[in-house]
């Protein structure tokens, strides 16, 4: 059984995207290393610009911090604050000028999975469910592991039902 752990997002370093036009924070990715079978990240968004191509990754992608204007394979798309698009890592994908840097939530995984973002607000006492491999705070004030999480700190729960409290969002990583 996995033991939940907490990882302060405060505690790394940005890295350059895999087309160099922007930074993310890796917040977990299994294995450790090598390629991945799943990763999360936290990328800042603060110009226009085009994503990486990622052949053969399935990709869920929630806005944290306010709307951001998408264009996928052609298709414009505006998704609004704590919303999640699923789109495939092969896709043509572009953001426009945020007008400030914009904060987004990335879950991509290998093979048939689907990766799952979700926005939970959590009022009082929630438990995780048993499917969900991570917990990334976004606003508010959560507790879980007997600490107050900031925004983007992880709890790694793998499957593990973790208990959270307090007032705020948070957002649910899974594959389903």
Known sequence: MTIPRLIRVA????????????????????????????????????AASAFSTLPGVSRA?????GPLSLLIDGRPLELPRHETVVFSGDAAVSVADPGSAQRDLNLMVRGAAT?????????????TPADVLAVVALDGEVTALGSRLLPGDTVITEGTETALRGHGTVAFAAIR
């Open 115 to 127: 990766p799952s973002l979700d926005a939970v607000a959590i009022e009082g006492r929630v438990t």
């Open 11 to 46: 505690d790394l370093s940005p890295t350059p995207w895999a087309n160099g036009r922007g930074q993310t924070v890796e917040l977990a990715r299994r294995p450790s290393t090598g390629p991945f079978a799943w990763r999360l990240s936290l990328a800042t968004i603060d």
């Open 61 to 65: 992608l929630l806005t944290v911090d």
